[in-house]
């Protein structure tokens, strides 16, 4: 009995130690779709007020100790990471954000984060906007003046893209500072020429097992990852490597070990 006590007590140290450099799997009500009601930056985050309270209390167990969490609406509406766009020197909301709304999140998030309401046709901006600290990839057919806003608001150099020939950038890529997860059916070479414009590594890749639709499926950092409950060990692994969120060849280890327990 003892050798078996020993046995599980090892066994639950090794899945602490992995779960500190592991992707976390969430769920918001019984959806899988992390990437619609949450949006995760390397200075703050915003969580879909709301829901159920299991799915807030993951995000905030893992980035409590390091950024704001915040719940929040955007517009009345819980679908607050596919209608706003940021990173860690500002956030981009769209003109349906209600004067409370704003307020609310300048009140909570850092000092050093501009928030800013743009009148944009293409209102969705989580889906329209992809970027990083250093870089955006927007829809082809984003405003001009829109455009001045992201480089001034974000701080970052504006390249207008399709990702697998969708005009939707931030439906089908997530990036970081570290590295890109884009469709899995996006072309070897439009992968390296993105990968080169934008200075990043770059790799096509599913979520909650299949999807190509990785914006929704997924929000990253530069030091930590949520995916939806479906998503498999595999494709675990593939979003842990690109956004370098463990040491090296470790990525395919967790999975592994994620597929036998």
């Not at 909301?93 to 309401?117: A, F, G, Y």
């Not at 944009?120 to 990083?132: D, Q, T």
Request: charge should be negative.
């Amino acid at each position: 009995l003892k050798h078996f006590a020993g046995l599980s007590f090892r066994s639950a140290k090794l899945v602490s130690t992995l779960r500190l450099v592991m992707a976390v799997r969430a769920q918001f009500e019984s959806s899988n779709e992390v990437g619609v009601f949450a949006r995760l930056t390397n200075s703050y985050s915003l969580v879909a007020l709301g829901g159920s309270e299991n799915f807030y209390s993951v995000f905030e167990a893992e980035l409590s100790r390091h950024i704001p969490v915040v719940h929040c609406t955007i517009g009345g509406t819980r679908i607050v990471g596919r209608v706003t766009v940021g990173n860690r020197h500002g956030l981009l909301v769209p003109s349906i954000t209600t004067d409370q709304e704003l307020q609310h999140l300048r009140n909570n998030l850092p000092e050093s984060v501009n928030v800013q309401k743009v009148e944009e046709r293409l209102s969705a901006l989580g889906n329209c906007i992809a970027c990083n600290d250093y870089v955006a990839l927007v829809h082809t057919d984003l405003d001009r003046e829109t455009e001045e806003v992201i480089a001034d608001t974000l701080k970052v150099d504006v390249f207008r893209a399709t990702i697998a020939q969708n005009v939707l950038v931030g439906s089908y890529c997530v990036i970081t500072n570290q590295g890109g997860l884009v469709h899995a059916r996006t072309p070897m070479q439009d992968m390296e020429e993105l990968s080169q414009l934008i200075q990043i590594p770059l790799t096509a890749g599913t979520v909650n097992r299949g999807s190509d639709v990785v914006g929704a499926g997924v929000v990253a950092n530069d030091w930590a990852a949520f995916c939806g409950m479906d998503t498999t060990a595999t494709e675990v692994g593939v979003i842990e490597s690109i956004f370098k969120l463990q040491s090296a060849g470790a990525g395919m280890q967790s999975a592994l070990i994620d597929s036998l327990m």
